[in-house]
């Protein structure tokens, strides 16, 4: 349980937020085209890092507006909040 | 050969003060090389490990732990076992390792404490009865006791379960699995390590694997805390931290770590002589040998190492509870705490081969893998020994994400995700 900083309504409590999972997962952009295995790479396949991991979240209970975060797995540090669209800050 | 406990060995120590007895394993420096290395001792690792030495005759084997033994999620989960699951996959996997289990303490010449008190699944609405029906169905064509039992049933199996009509979410029925029940899960891992300890196996605890290494496709070894140990099989058995390993080996896995978490309450006298569990409102509870209530909370849903959970995971659970046992209403809580489950999108477990010659993976049990235990180990040690998979588990293999032939027990099974 920790304290979450949404970029557009401010510090609120984490429960008010649904996890979205690793960021950064492209759509393909040609989906007929893909192989079995690069589907399985893009809907299943995970990094599941133990330490700074870029992932989405949504403030379900609040603005409902979706955001990435980069998060110390192994403590629940919050290293930074960013838009969608934005690049991830370096490490 | 190790001293046989029974009652002669108690009742010998005891004249002595029990201060005599033989310590249960060794604890002894890595070899430089073993025929194959399991990285986890915890149950799932340490059964491994006596299978292959039992039925496959590798005794140059190893286990290498991180921290203790049976100190991750082996010492951490609520310690229900049963095998009601709806496919015929999980269903053979599942019924496999109960078997195991209801001869398991004198194979092992140690008392896991074994209690078939049975585990009882209850519905709450339309869709759990039909949903329980059909699965109880199943269960029974695949030769898995079940029965469906309505209300009058439920309160005359577990007295103290509120039954009225005026609940939130009544109890409409539920299904009940006598075969199933609890274990001691500590001595689960300590009657393992005895038995393969015996049989020659390495357990070396306080040992961290730090990489893998391989060259080209074949594995050659394992970097650790205590120097580079060369072996030609890997199994990792590494529960939430498989993904870690995996990222090691460059292997891809599926996997998600989430916290779960428990909590028990204070001792009191005898209570409730089951296993209750409810998945439509979240709560299971079951009662130890100590007599404390063992009550199971859900996973939260973000990625996280740090074995702790939110607090309203918890809060929702014990509403849960209070709502279906006001019996309880006044009672404290003792302990809570979490451990990291590897949840797999399929909500089955991974016991396969990989891309990479000599490297296997047991993982994805996600929030119920104490059951599997004794199946697990016995069958993931055939896939090492064999290279190939047993055919228990050959349905759980990593490709199953590539062809599309998931083992989906989502919400299927009892299973209070």
């Known amino acids: 349980m920790f304290l979450i900083n949404c970029p557009y309504c401010g510090e609120r409590d984490q429960q008010e937020f649904k996890a979205g999972g690793e960021a950064h997962i492209e759509r393909p952009k040609q989906p007929t085209e893909l192989s079995d295995d690069q589907w399985a790479e893009y809907l299943f396949m995970r990094k599941n890092i133990k330490g700074v991991q870029f992932e989405r979240w949504n403030h379900a209970h609040g603005c409902r507006k979706w955001f990435n975060m980069a998060r110390d797995t192994s403590n629940d540090e919050i290293k930074a909040i960013y838009k969608m669209g934005e690049k991830p800050p370096p490490q | 050969?190790?001293?046989?406990?029974?009652?002669?060995?108690?009742?010998?120590?005891?004249?002595?003060?029990?201060?005599?007895?033989?310590?249960?394993?060794?604890?002894?420096?890595?070899?430089?090389?073993?025929?194959?290395?399991?990285?986890?001792?915890?149950?799932?690792?340490?059964?491994?490990?006596?299978?292959?030495?039992?039925?496959?005759?590798?005794?140059?084997?190893?286990v290498v732990e991180k921290g203790w033994i049976g100190g991750g999620n082996t010492g951490r989960n609520t310690t229900i076992i049963r095998s009601n699951y709806l496919w015929d996959a999980s269903a053979g996997l599942y019924d496999h390792a109960l078997k195991i289990w209801e001869g398991l303490s004198q194979e092992l010449n140690y008392n896991v404490m074994f209690s078939q008190r049975g585990v009882m699944n209850l519905a709450h609405n339309l869709q759990d009865v039909r949903d329980l029906k059909r699965r109880t169905h199943a269960n029974r064509l695949n030769g898995i006791d079940s029965v469906y039992l309505n209300t009058e049933e439920v309160k005359k199996f577990c007295p103290i379960i509120n039954t009225s009509r005026d609940i939130r979410y009544p109890v409409l029925g539920g299904t009940l699995q006598k075969r199933a029940g609890t274990a001691r899960h500590d001595a689960v891992a300590w009657g393992y390590a005895r038995c393969a300890d015996e049989m020659g196996v390495d357990i070396i605890q306080n040992c961290e694997v730090k990489g893998i290494k391989r060259n080209g496709d074949v594995v050659e070894g394992i970097e650790t805390t205590k120097g580079f140990i060369k072996t030609k099989k890997i199994g990792v058995v590494a529960a939430g931290h498989s993904s870690v390993i995996a990222n090691m080996a460059g292997v891809r896995l599926p996997l998600e770590s989430k916290p779960l978490q428990a909590l028990v309450?204070?001792?009191?006298?005898?209570?409730?002589?089951?296993?209750?569990?409810?998945?439509?409102?979240?709560?299971?509870?079951?009662?130890?040998?100590?007599?404390?209530?063992?009550?199971?909370?859900?996973?939260?849903?973000?990625?996280?190492?740090?074995?702790?959970?939110?607090?309203?995971?918890?809060?929702?659970?014990?509403?849960?509870?209070?709502?279906?046992?006001?019996?309880?209403?006044r009672m404290r809580m003792l302990r809570q705490w979490g451990g990291i489950v590897d949840i797999c999108p399929d909500a089955s477990p991974i016991l396969s081969k990989t891309s990479i010659k000599g490297l296997y993976f047991n993982c994805g049990w996600g929030t119920g893998g104490f059951k599997a235990t004794p199946g697990s180990g016995d069958l993931f040690a055939h896939t090492i020994a064999n290279d190939e998979p047993h055919k228990l588990n050959a349905a759980f293999n990593l490709n199953r994400f590539v062809s599309g032939d998931l083992v989906d027990e989502h919400g299927a099974a009892a299973v209070a995700h």
Not at chain 2, 26 to 37: H, I, L, R, S
Not at chain 2, 289 to 317: N, P, W
């Open chain 2, 1 to 62: 050969m190790r001293n046989k406990y029974s009652i002669f060995s108690l009742f010998k120590n005891a004249l002595s003060y029990h201060e005599n007895w033989q310590r249960a394993w060794k604890d002894p420096t890595p070899k430089k090389e073993y025929d194959a290395v399991i990285i986890g001792g915890g149950g799932h690792g340490l059964a491994t490990a006596y299978y292959l030495a039992k039925k496959h005759n590798m005794q140059n084997i190893a």
């Open chain 2, 265 to 329: 309450s204070e001792p009191v006298k005898p209570i409730i002589d089951t296993v209750v569990m409810s998945n439509a409102v979240h709560a299971y509870v079951s009662q130890s040998d100590k007599g404390e209530l063992v009550i199971g909370a859900g996973t939260d849903d973000y990625i996280s190492y740090s074995q702790k959970g939110s607090h309203q995971i918890v809060e929702g659970t014990l509403n849960a509870i209070l709502e279906l046992y006001p019996i309880f209403s």
